[in-house]
C-alpha cells in the first residue's frame, strides 16, 4: 500500500501534499521543537509552584493570627503540602528528564549533552540546596508530607501603626526526616537541625537557573533552526491556499483513503508558541 | 515570606513589641518581645515571673483556638504589670507562653523592688500558684537566646 504526505487543517478540511523526504524533516523539527519547549514549559512549572507555595504560605501564617474553624486551617495547611509536594516533583520532572531534551534537540553532539551532566554534577557537589531537594523527593514521594513546623513572627509597620509585617518561616525538621531508608544517608547527615523552606528555594533557585540557561544556550541554535523550517511551510500552506495556518497537523496516511492514518502530529503549536516565547524570553 | 494584617483584624497586640508564633506537631508557643534597644533603656537585670495556666483545652476545642484564648489573658496581664512596675523604670521585655505555663520576664535595675511589687499582686484564676526568681544573665542576651 502506498504512503501519502500531506499537511491539513482539520479545522477547515484543507489538505496540501508533501513529499516523504519533507514529512521527515518536519517530524524531525518537531521532536526538536517538543523538547526545547518541554525544557521551558518544565522550568515554567517550577517557577510558578514557586509562586504558589510563597502565597499559601502567607494564607497559613495568617491563619494562626485570626480564629478560623480547624476545617479552614486544614484546608490551607493541605494547600501548603500540596504546592511544595508540586514543586518537588516538578523540580525533578525538570532536572530528571533535562539531558534526553537536550539531547533530542542535538542528537549528533555529544559535548554539549556531556557539557549539561557536568554542569548538574557541579550544581549537586556545591549546593547543599540542590543535594537537599534531590533527597527531598524520596521523602515526600513516600510519606506525602513536607512541612513540620512553622514561625510566625511580627512587628509594627514603620509607617502605619494599625499594620503589622508578619514572616512565616516553614521548616523541615531533621528529627522527622528519619533514619536513612527514607531520605539520603549523606545529605541527612550534612543537615541541621532544622532547613527553611524559602531560603532552601531560593538557594535552588539560582542552581536550576544556571543549569536552564545553559541547557537553553546549548539548544537555542537547533530550535531556531526548527523553527524557521516549520515556518517556511506554514508560509507555504498559507500561500498555496489563502487560508491562515492555525492549528495544522502533518498527516502520513496509507492507502488512498486519507483516513487511514499512519502517523499524525501538530506544527502550528510550535510556531504559536514560538511567538509568545519570543517575546518573554 | 512577609505579610502584613491590621492588628484590629488579627489580634491587638501591645505596641512596641513583636510577636513570635511558633507552630508544630502537637506544640504551639507564643511571644511577644520588646526589641532590644528599649531592653537597654530599662535595665540590665532580670526578673522572671512562671505563671502554670490552670485553664485546660476544653473537649473539641482546637489546639490554635486555645492558645489564641490564652494570649489575650496573658496579654491583659502584661498590661496590668507593666503599669504596676512602670514606676520603677521596669517594663516586661519577654512573654512566652505555651499550653502549660506562661512566664514573664522583666528588665530592671531594681529587681528587688519589682519582686516585693509582684508579690502585693494578686493573681489571675486562670493561673496556678507563680514562681519568682531572678535570671543572672542580662535581658538582652536572654533575649537573644530566646529567638535563638
Known sequence: MDSAYCIQSPGNNVLMPIEEEQFRELKRARKRLSSAYAIRHKFRLIKTNYALIANSLKSLGYSYLTELTSEQRQDIKNQVNANVSNYILSARTFTAQLKRHVQACLPQDRVEVNRLTRRMEIEYQRSFAYRFIDSLYDYISYY?????????????????????????????????LGGPTDFRASVLKEMPARVELIELLDAYMESLGRIYDLACKITDEATEQSQLLLREFLNVFEGVNGTRADNLFVVHSIGDSPDKIYDSFPISMYSAQAEVYDNNP | MEFTANTPISRSFPDGYETLYRVSYNYRSFALLLDALAIKSKGNKSVELVLPWCIYRSEGEEIDIHVLRLIDYAIALLHELNEKINHLQSKVYLLDLDINRCVFRIATEQPQAVITTLQSMPCPEVFNLPQIKTDTSNPTDIRQQFIG
Open chain 1, 144 to 176: 506525602g508530607i513536607s512541612i513540620h513546623s512553622v514561625d510566625v513572627s511580627g512587628k509594627l509597620s514603620l509607617n502605619n501603626t494599625d499594620e503589622r509585617v508578619y514572616e512565616i518561616k516553614a521548616y523541615i525538621e531533621r528529627a522527622y
